[in-house]
């Protein structure tokens, strides 16, 4: 288990905006990559953000300039604001960390690893046409 609490998510219409935050128990994840990954029935796992230590963000092409990822090193919690939902964004959504290397290279990571162990809790988004 991971100890990421996620918040937010639900159900809202096309064009319509969500914000998603994750709190980490641990200081220490926040040396790392962390992001936010999503999983729908039909469809691939996709990594879709990721933001490093720095507070570099990368993007899936899926939701490049709709989405927005930010940290608060203060409170130990980061933020996927979503905006211009679109049916298409329906899905499970997981935050997950750390994890090592780049931000591209952790849009990798989170794509394609079948391992979960560095996920955390995940939300329910649901968009309507």
């Known amino acids: 288990q991971v100890p990421l609490v996620v918040s937010g998510g639900g159900s809202v219409q096309a064009g319509g905006s969500l914000r998603l935050s994750c709190a980490a128990s641990e200081y220490g994840y926040y040396q790392y990559c962390m992001g936010w990954l999503r999983q729908a029935p039909g469809k691939e796992r996709e990594g879709i953000a990721a933001i490093d230590r720095d507070g570099n963000v990368a993007y899936a092409d899926s939701v490049k300039g709709r989405f927005t990822l930010s940290k608060d090193n203060t409170k130990n919690t980061f933020y996927l604001q979503m905006d211009n939902l679109k049916p298409d964004d329906s899905a499970m959504y997981y935050c997950?960390?750390?994890?090592?290397?780049?931000?591209?290279?952790?849009?990798?990571?989170?794509?394609?690893?079948?391992?979960?162990?560095?996920w955390g809790q995940g939300t329910q988004v649901t968009v309507s046409a």
């Open positions: 997950a960390g750390p994890i090592v290397g780049s931000t591209i290279e952790a849009l990798s990571v989170m794509t394609h690893d079948d391992q979960t162990s560095y």
